[in-house]
């Protein structure tokens, strides 16, 4: 089992940057495709990036293709999403979820409780 905590969001005007972080438990951290999703409200969940379990794969959505980057730490059990030029229609509730294989990660998995991220006009 995975447990998940996301730190790092909060309030930027639009252009700016934040850098989300995402602590997993479990010693099998390494074996898990890690993504992030975010969900405005209103809105259907969004798959924003995922990466394998590598870090040598990589995958992002259209609309945040170019700004946003992610990463991870398989020593720290640590996944990051480094978002640039961030835009009003970024704001949401932004997650971290881990799963063995990418059908399940887009379909269950572990997640966490969220982090609100917000960008001011």
């Known amino acids: 089992q995975v447990q998940l905590v996301e730190s790092g969001g909060g309030l930027v005007q639009a252009g700016g940057s934040l850098r989300l972080s995402c602590a997993a438990s479990g010693r099998t951290f390494s074996s898990y495709v890690m993504g992030w999703f975010r969900q405005a409200p209103g809105k259907e969940r969004e798959s924003v990036a995922r990466?394998?379990?590598?870090?040598?794969?990589?995958y992002y959505a259209d609309s945040v293709k170019g700004r946003f980057t992610i990463s991870r730490d398989n020593a720290k059990n640590m996944v990051y999403l480094q978002m640039n030029s961030l835009k009003p229609e970024d704001t949401a509730v932004y997650y971290c979820?881990?799963?063995?294989?990418?059908?399940?990660?887009?379909?269950?998995?572990?997640w966490g409780q969220g982090t609100q991220v917000t960008v001011s006009s």
């Open positions: 990466i394998s379990w590598s870090g040598t794969n990589t």
């Open positions: 979820a881990a799963a063995l294989t990418i059908a399940t990660l887009n379909s269950g998995g572990y």
